[in-house]
């Protein structure tokens, strides 16, 4: 199993600034995800962190907005930038599975609860 | 590509109810088929899952069969409690290791 610490837990932002969220695995994992929740929504990915490599990003998503760091195989940083009451939402860390199809579980970090005023 | 469906909520039922979430999905290959469960203020966590087909994942009374034929992944349970009130997703996970979620089911268990 892995143990993933996100931070901040919340935060209420303004309009316009920048928010770097944290996420953290007790172990070293080769793939990091960042999934998006809107309210009432289901998870939306919007990247996934490669170490050592640009983030690979989802149709909808775009580097500018949402800039992903990955400097070693235990942290990633996802930054929402020029944020709007739009990027209210959920973020959600996410490390898990090997390689090729198998069981194994994706594990999440508790999330981080953004509003934008 | 991969998808999944899922059905919509809320669902509202008496404890000690039947409670049945429909789940299919859409993928290329064999996926692995999880259910997750986001209790209020919390996380996600793994519910069960099963990773090939006539699989049945279970876990705290609720229980899923991965049905290859209908592309479905049903969650059950016999008597539902207050304490599972929450919000049920299910998944699948394909080839790039990414998760694929469904909308989401939220349940309430009224005593």
Not at chain 1, 46 to 69: C, H, L, M, R, W
Not at chain 2, 83 to 110: K, P
Request: proline share 4%.
């Amino acid at each position: 199993s892995a143990v993933i610490s996100q931070k901040p837990s919340r935060d209420i932002c303004q309009r316009g600034t920048s928010l770097t969220i944290q996420c953290q695995v007790d172990s070293q994992v080769t793939m990091m995800f960042w999934y998006r929740q809107q309210p009432g929504q289901s998870l939306t990915l919007i990247a996934t962190a490669n170490q050592g490599s640009e983030a690979t990003y989802e149709s909808g998503f775009v580097i500018d907005k949402f800039p992903i760091s990955r400097p070693n195989l235990t942290f990633s940083t996802l930054t929402v930038s020029n944020m709007s009451p739009e990027d209210s939402s959920i973020y959600l860390c996410s490390v898990g599975g090997g390689t090729g199809f198998n069981d194994r579980e994706a594990f999440f970090g508790q999330g981080t609860r953004l509003t934008v005023v | 590509g991969n998808s999944v469906t899922q059905m919509e909520g809320p669902v509202t039922l008496s404890e000690e109810a039947f409670l049945t979430i429909n789940c299919t999905y859409t993928a290329t290959g064999y996926p692995s088929l999880f259910w997750y469960v986001q209790y209020p203020g919390e996380g996600l966590q793994l519910l069960l899952k099963a990773t090939k087909a006539d699989d049945k994942g279970s876990n705290k009374g609720f229980e899923a069969t991965y049905r290859k034929e209908t592309t479905s992944f049903h969650l059950e349970k016999g008597s539902v409690q207050v304490s599972d009130s929450a919000v049920y997703f299910c998944a699948l996970r394909g080839a790039g290791n990414q998760f694929y979620f469904g909308t989401g089911t939220s349940l309430t268990v009224i005593p």
